[in-house]
Each structure stands twice: as structure tokens, then as C-alpha cells.
């Protein structure tokens, strides 16, 4: 057991450009979460896997964003056109089905920067 | 007002301390309550979650729920200054996932 990992850590982009990030969630873990957390907030829902079914999207997730878990495993979360707003830390969780959503297990993050 | 209100501090305690940290929520559906830690500029590590009211210790850590008073603590005994990091409580209901809600967190020092 790895752990959740997430690539890249840190990515600077410029307003307009189009960014895509990756989630590995731990193996035997068939939900997978995305967050979105900025300075000195706590981290807010955006969308959540299970397996290959996206099942809940956050009021936050605009058109501008779109996620996809392909074959039920790693995730990814794009954002189109970015603006600075974006400029936040994105945050990769998972769980068991059957276990309360109490029970996440995070990643590290990807810390995206807008110029 | 947020459905889950936390101090932001910071808290600036001497080792050894022990700790008290603490929401309120207004949510009475709420069933599942949790605390994680967070390092700088890491992802948030679960520490514990208790479901319904009562406590539950885990070494060092004790979480309390008092959903009457829809409030809950954290206690850390025998701080250490490792411990300074940020403490976010979350809480869910049934909707589908148990899709948490996080407090802004809160800032403890532990000064050695």
C-alpha cells in the first residue's frame, strides 16, 4: 500500500492554458475524490468516482472542469482555460465502498498557480 | 453562516500542553465526524472519526461529540511541537458517499 499519489506537485500556468492533473488512489480503493482547497480554507468537494462512475458533481465544478476515471483506477481532473481563481491546492482522496466517506485517505496535492 | 464553523487561530501552546480544539456545526443531519492533520503544504492525514455522539481515544488523541450542543473537540495529551501542524474537523450525513464538510482548520503551535 503506496498511498494516494498525485502528479505533478506544483504547476505554474498561465491564464488560458489548459492543465490536466493525475490521481493514483491506494489499489483496493473503488472511490475516488477530488478537492480544491485554498489558503486557509479547508478543502471543498468538486466531484467523486466510484469505480468508473462519476456519481456526484460540486456546484464549484463549472464547465471549465472535467474529470474522468477511464478504467475505474487513476483519475484525472483537466481545467480549461484557466483563470487566476484557479490558483488553489487540488486535493485527491479514496476510500473502500462499504466504509463511511468518513474514512478518506488524501494525497499530497497538486498546487496550481495561474499568472 | 457556514454549515461548520472553526477557530483559525493561531493556537500557541507549550510542549507538554494539552490541546483543546473544538467546531460547531448547524447541520443536526451530520453522523460521521472527523478530524484530520495537515502539514504545510501537504494533503490532510485522518487522525480519527467517531460516528454519532460519545468519545473515542486513539494514543495521545481523544475526540468528543456532543451533537445536543452540536459541538465537537479534539484533545491532545503531552503535546509535542511535531504536533504543530493544522487540525481540520469535517463532518457527514448519508448522501450516497458521506461527502464531507471541512472547517477552515485550525493553526496549533507547540513551542518546546
Known amino acids: 500500500d503506496t498511498g494516494v499519489s498525485q502528479d505533478p506537485r506544483h504547476k505554474i500556468t498561465k491564464r488560458g492554458q489548459n492543465v490536466t492533473f493525475r490521481c493514483d488512489p491506494i489499489s483496493e480503493h473503488n472511490r475516488l475524490y477530488w478537492y480544491r482547497q485554498t489558503l486557509g480554507q479547508g478543502p471543498e468537494f468538486l466531484t467523486y468516482f466510484q469505480n468508473e462512475a462519476q456519481l456526484e458533481k460540486s456546484r464549484l465544478l463549472s464547465d471549465r472542469f472535467s474529470a474522468e476515471r477511464p478504467k475505474g483506477s487513476f483519475s484525472t481532473l483537466e481545467i480549461q482555460r484557466t483563470e487566476q481563481g484557479d490558483s488553489a491546492m487540488y486535493l485527491c482522496a479514496s476510500s473502500k465502498k462499504g466504509l463511511a466517506g468518513a474514512e478518506q485517505y488524501f494525497g499530497p496535492g497538486t498546487r496550481l498557480t495561474v499568472t | 453562516q457556514k454549515e461548520v464553523e472553526q477557530d483559525p487561530g493561531p493556537l500557541s501552546v507549550p510542549e507538554g500542553a494539552i490541546v483543546s480544539l473544538n467546531c460547531t456545526y448547524s447541520?443536526?443531519?451530520?453522523?460521521?465526524f472527523m478530524w484530520y492533520r495537515q502539514y504545510s503544504r501537504k494533503g490532510p492525514e485522518l487522525l480519527m472519526y467517531t460516528y454519532s455522539s460519545g468519545n473515542k481515544e486513539d494514543g495521545r488523541f481523544t475526540a468528543q461529540v456532543d451533537k445536543s450542543s452540536k459541538y465537537i473537540s479534539l484533545f491532545i495529551r503531552d503535546s509535542q511541537p511535531s504536533d504543530s501542524a493544522t487540525y481540520l474537523c469535517?463532518?457527514?450525513?448519508?448522501?450516497?458517499?458521506?461527502?464531507?464538510?471541512f472547517g477552515r482548520g485550525t493553526s496549533l503551535i507547540v513551542h518546546p
Open positions: 469535517a463532518m457527514s450525513s448519508f448522501r450516497g458517499s458521506y461527502i464531507p464538510t
Open positions: 447541520n443536526s443531519a451530520f453522523q460521521y
